[in-house]
């Protein structure tokens, strides 16, 4: 597999409180009304110019107690035939939409949204394949509008902070990272992760966090080699990957469903490293040691949940005529996507939405 070099993504934003309002209030729209919709919506509340105005589920009752609880001013379930998202989405009201609906629907929850004109941002991963992934990038250049895979560890602070320590040099050249999540996630076939219509299993899920710190560092790399386990389902319960570079350095990640893993992440260079303590995909510190010195630790706090990072990114684009952010761009959504159709065809992994 080959891949194109992408420099580390680091932000443009200016180092502020990200509540604090860059602009016009926009309205949002958020569809489904699960775990991380929950977890979303609480920290947009939290922005001064985020309106929280819309909702939409399949059921009209989920709809309309998730807009209570989280003061939403509309909700739409389904209708008619007429799914609550699309009933959305035709609101002239609605600025912005959230998909955080299962993997297997970002594209068409996301087309919809696009094709309605609304700003876009999709949970991750962004869609099933890259297939998926450069459609809804095309259409968002057709429509002009702004689109983002909502990948929100990368816009935290401390995850900035890390991979702007790589690419300052003070580590000397990125030679190898290494960076592992992993959890026992009880087996349920009706559970979105465990369901293979709907994109579960460890790949598309949780992969996704230690692939970041190698592409923050040391960009896509020229070759992937994966080796993984799949259940009775064709779904993978774990995977491990190794990256390699035209440089030499190399990349070791690993993400398991089935055990207790270190959520550690580390960054090598000839000079020295950097560790993420805490979580892989939130770190509350760093650890940075050069040669033989005392290590040095930096520790962060996040606003909200960690979630407002990307909102405000989103924000500020939007409100600035951008359609596309400068910190996690189409073609880098597009080529993790590619990625991981090279992993899952090593693999052995298809989906449902592959055939259509």
């Known amino acids: 597999m080959t891949l194109p070099i992408a420099q580390p993504w680091l932000s443009t934003q200016a180092n502020q409180d990200p509540r604090a309002a860059t602009g016009r209030r926009l309205r949002w729209g958020v569809v489904s009304t699960g775990n991380i919709a929950t977890s979303v919506s609480k920290d947009l509340a939290l922005l001064e110019d985020a309106e929280l105005y819309a909702v939409s589920s399949r059921k009209q009752a989920a709809a309309d107690a998730f807009a209570a609880e989280h003061g939403f001013a509309k909700a739409y379930g389904d209708d008619g035939g007429v799914p609550g998202y699309q009933r959305m989405v035709e609101d002239p009201a609605v600025d912005v939409v959230y998909v955080a609906t299962p993997h297997a629907q970002h594209f068409e929850v996301a087309s919809a949204a696009l094709r309605a004109g609304k700003h876009v941002l999709c949970e991750k991963a962004v869609t099933i394949n890259a297939r998926e992934a450069a459609q809804l990038v095309a259409l968002a250049r057709e429509q002009n509008v702004f689109f983002m895979e909502a990948m929100w560890s990368r816009f935290l602070p401390s995850m900035q902070r890390a991979f702007s320590i790589a690419a ?138 960690g979630y407002t990072y990307e909102l405000r990114e989103v924000t500020r684009c939007v409100q600035q005529g951008l359609t596309e952010s400068p910190v996690m761009p189409w073609e880098d959504s597009v080529n993790v996507m590619r990625l991981f159709d090279g992993v899952r065809s090593q693999l052995g992994i298809r989906y449902p939405n592959d055939a259509r």
């Open 168 to 305: 300052s040099g003070e580590l000397g050249e990125i030679q190898w990272v290494s960076a592992d999540l992993g959890f026992p996630a009880p087996y349920d076939p009706s559970a979105r992760i465990w369901a293979l219509n709907d994109g579960g299993g460890a790949l598309l899920d949780i992969t996704v966090y230690p692939l970041l710190w190698a592409l923050g560092t040391l960009g896509f790399p020229q070759s992937v080699t994966a080796i993984g386990s799949l259940n009775e389902d064709g779904v993978d319960v774990q995977n491990a990957l190794t990256l390699g570079y035209a440089s030499g350095a190399q990349a070791q990640l690993t993400s398991s469903l089935m055990a207790h893993g270190p959520r550690t992440a580390t960054v090598a260079g000839g000079l020295g490293f950097v560790q993420a303590v805490g979580s892989v995909n939130n770190p509350s510190e760093l650890v940075i040691r050069v040669g033989w010195d005392e290590p040095r630790r930096e520790q962060f706090d996040v606003v909200g949940t």
